[in-house]
């Protein structure tokens, strides 16, 4: 019995590994003139070192919220640092005035509804609810 019971735990627990580590895709509306996007190019806008995409437009940059494992996802792999420490220098560029953080929505379906409906807005949502409202501009897994 006690070796079921471990043997459905690890299952269980394998599971959920392999849900946290569920594929980010960044996403930008359609129409927008970006067709594609080095992680680079997309650190430097969700860090605050550029405002632009590719194409010149500005970037409206959109983030999920900070309980999202999307979000510590997409930070580690696409900026190589963990969601708080892009807190931290977040808030040194937001007291400096020099620049202004992604606006954070409550949720997937939310951001890609924002990108959809803006041409110059880039988020990031989960690999899996992607759908023709948007386009992925970087996958990462």
Known sequence: ?????????SVLALAAAGLAQAQ??????????????????????????????????????LDQPESAAVREQFYTKVTGKQAAQVKA????????????????LASSAEIKKF??????????????AVDGSVKVVLSVD
């Open 24 to 61: 980010v895709a960044v996403i930008v509306n359609p129409k927008s003139a970006t067709a594609a996007m080095t992680a680079d190019q997309v650190a430097g806008i969700f860090l605050g070192k550029s405002n632009t995409l590719p194409g010149g437009a500005t970037a409206a940059a």
């Open 1 to 9: 019995m006690k070796n079921k019971l471990r043997l459905s735990l």
């Open 89 to 104: 220098a977040w808030s040194r560029l937001v007291f400096s005035g020099k620049a202004t953080p992604p606006k954070e």
């Open 115 to 128: 990108v959809a409906a803006n041409a110059d807005a880039i988020g990031y949502v989960e690999k899996s």
